[in-house]
């Protein structure tokens, strides 16, 4: 049985993912802050998918966190096939001059160095089967600067560096590394980015059918499914509605 280990998997596309995955006959190793919607997850899909779960509730914050609960995973566990770096998030959209400074240590600890710190703790299992795949979250933000987007944007810039350069670097260890940059999908996302403000939430999806999180996951899915010797570097996606992070068609919804 393969193994995929998501972090963020409390919500949105990681939750998603988990049981995109698990319906294909993976077990999970899903993380997350919120230990209860872990536990929660474990339950629905050990029991509608027959296959086991092991979690990991830690913050991708904490270095000491991360580094040490990875390396104590049973030996058994050790065997990543997929690792999807999800958890991240936006908070506030201000201008420089009016952004908080909490917010951007928030993003860049969390979408950036979060990254860096599973990746690290991953990356010699994979290395000692010499295979694995990294699927990294990146976004359209990644790609095109949007007005009061700044360091969301830098953080997600910094993971399509950092996908590149694991891709260069895990060439002689047959590890594939994909980055996935969506654009507008409707999650959790804008309801942390707007600090639990659910109606500038939902305004952000007025106008246009966004993705959704089950979209996201099954394109994630498929990046997964191609031949040993096939892997997608870099794919953008957005909904029919969307051309890049900034425009947009909003004339109705669609379908
Ligand atoms: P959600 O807010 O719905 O889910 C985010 C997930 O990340 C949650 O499970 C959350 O879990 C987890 N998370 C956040 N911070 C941490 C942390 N410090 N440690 C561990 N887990 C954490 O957002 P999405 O599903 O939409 O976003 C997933 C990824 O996709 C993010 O990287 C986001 O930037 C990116 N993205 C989103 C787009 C969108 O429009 N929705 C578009 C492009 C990219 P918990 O709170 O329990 O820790
Ligand atoms: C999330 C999409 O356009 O809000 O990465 O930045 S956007």
């Given amino acids: ?10 919500a949105g596309f990681g939750e998603a993912c988990a049981y995109v995955f ?23 899909l050990e029991k509608e998918y ?15 966190d991360v580094l040490s609960v990875i390396n104590s995973l049973p030996e058994e566990w050790k065997a990543i096939d ?27 600890d969390t979408n950036v160095k ?24 990146g976004s359209v933000a990644a ?16 993971v399509d560096a950092i996908s590149k350069a694991m891709r260069i670097e895990l060439l002689p260890h047959g590890i594939k590394v994909t980055a996935i940059h969506p654009g507008a999908a409707e999650t959790e996302f804008s309801l942390v980015r707007f600090k639990g403000d659910e109606d500038t939430a939902n305004k952000i999806y007025d ?6 999180a089950a979209d996201v996951a099954a394109i994630i899915f498929y990046t997964t499914t191609l031949p040993g010797h096939v892997c997608i570097n870099d794919l953008v996606v957005t909904c029919t509605q969307q051309a890049n992070s900034i ?8 379908g």
């Fill in 82 to 108: 997929v690792l999807i770096n999800n958890a991240g998030l936006a908070l506030g959209r201000d201008s420089f001059n009016e952004a908080n400074i909490d917010d951007w240590d928030t993003m860049i």
């Fill in 207 to 212: 106008g246009f059918t966004p993705l959704s």
């Fill in 1 to 10: 049985m393969k193994t995929v280990f998501i972090t963020g998997a409390t």
């Fill in 143 to 158: 790609k095109d600067i949007y007005d009061k987007g700044n360091v969301y944007c830098a953080s997600k810039a910094a």
């Fill in 247 to 254: 425009y947009f068609n909003k004339d109705g919804k669609q």
């Fill in 50 to 64: 027959n296959t086991s779960c092991y979690l990991l509730p830690f913050d991708v914050q904490n270095r000491g």
């Fill in 114 to 137: 979060g990254l860096l710190y599973v990746s690290k703790a991953v990356v010699p299992f994979m290395t000692a089967r010499k295979k694995g795949h990294i699927i990294n979250l």
């Fill in 22 to 44: 698990a319906q294909n006959g993976y077990r999970l190793i899903l993380n997350g802050r919120r230990t209860e919607r872990l536990e929660s997850l474990k339950e629905n």
